[in-house]
C-alpha cells in the first residue's frame, strides 16, 4: 500500500473561483523523497496511442535494413543472425501491438466511466461490443480495418501466452502464427495500420458522442486541501549558484 498523502483540509487555504471555471481532476500521490505530488488526470488512451505509432515508425525503419541481409544462393533463402537487430525488431513489433491494444482497453475505460456503466465482457472484443453500444456506435465489424485488427489482437495474444507453436513453427503456412515472424513480414505494419483506421474511426465516433454528452454539472468539492508531508525543496539553479559566487566574490575586502 502507498505511504498516507496526509491530506488535510483548511478552508482559509481556499482560492475563489468563477461561477463555469474549468476543473481538473487530479491524482496526488507520496514520493518518500519528494512530499506530496498531484497531477492532472489525463485520457490514457492517447499515451498508449502515440507509444504504439512510435513503435510502428521503428520496426518501418527496421524493415528498411532487411534488403541488406544477404541471401543464401543454396538455398534462396534470406539469412538474419544479427541478434541484436533480431531484438529491436521483436521489441519494436511488441510493443506496437501492446501499445494499439492498450490504446483500444483505455478507450473502453473511457466509455465506461463517462457513461457511468460496468462493462461486463472479459475480452478486448467483448468489452469494445458492450462500450460501443452503451454508447450507441457503430459496432466492430461495420467499421474500417477491422479485420486487420482481429489480426493484431491474435497476435498480441500470442505474445502474452507464448507456447512452443506461437515461439517457433515450421509447418508449411503456419509461419504467421509466430509474432517475431509475423514483425519481420510485411503482415506486421500492414495491419497495424488497418488497426490504426479501425481505431481512429472508433474515436472520431466516441469523441463526437462525449461532446453529445457533456453538460454543465454542479460538483462538491473539499476546498483548502493541503498535505501535511514534508517536501523537498527545489535546488538551486547553477546559474543562480555561480551569480551568487559572483556577488560573494565583489563583496569580499
Not at 519494436?92 to 501499445?99: H, I, K, S
Amino acid at each position: 500500500m502507498g505511504k498516507d498523502q496526509q491530506l488535510r483540509n483548511d478552508p482559509t487555504r481556499a482560492r475563489e473561483h468563477a461561477a463555469g471555471a474549468p476543473v481538473n481532476v487530479i491524482q496526488v500521490l507520496t514520493h518518500s523523497q519528494l512530499g506530496a505530488i498531484s497531477y492532472f488526470w489525463p485520457r490514457h488512451w492517447m499515451f498508449h496511442a502515440h507509444a504504439a505509432e512510435a513503435a510502428a515508425s521503428q520496426l518501418a525503419g527496421l524493415h528498411q535494413r532487411l534488403v541488406s541481409f544477404p541471401v543464401n544462393t543454396t538455398n534462396a533463402i534470406r539469412s538474419v543472425e544479427d541478434m541484436a537487430y533480431i531484438g529491436a525488431v521483436y521489441v519494436a513489433g511488441e510493443r506496437m501491438v501492446v501499445e494499439a491494444v492498450l490504446t483500444l482497453q483505455h478507450l473502453c475505460e473511457e466509455i465506461e466511466r463517462t457513461l457511468k456503466i460496468r462493462l461486463q465482457e472479459s475480452t478486448l472484443s467483448g468489452r469494445l461490443r458492450e462500450a460501443l453500444n452503451a454508447a450507441a456506435l457503430a459496432g466492430l465489424t461495420q467499421r474500417p480495418g477491422y479485420a486487420k485488427y482481429v489480426e493484431l489482437a491474435e497476435i498480441r495474444d500470442a505474445i502474452e501466452h507464448p507456447k512452443e507453436m506461437n515461439t517457433y513453427n515450421g509447418a508449411p503456412g503456419q509461419w504467421d502464427r509466430v509474432p517475431l515472424a509475423w514483425f519481420l513480414s510485411e503482415r506486421g505494419l500492414a495491419a497495424f495500420q488497418g488497426c490504426s483506421q479501425f481505431i481512429k474511426s472508433i474515436v472520431e465516433d466516441w469523441e463526437t458522442r462525449s461532446q453529445e454528452l457533456a453538460a454543465p454539472a454542479e460538483l462538491t468539492l473539499e476546498r483548502g486541501v493541503f498535505s501535511e508531508r514534508q517536501f523537498k525543496k527545489e535546488p538551486r539553479k547553477y546559474s543562480e549558484i555561480v551569480w551568487l559566487l559572483e556577488v560573494s566574490v565583489q563583496v569580499r575586502p
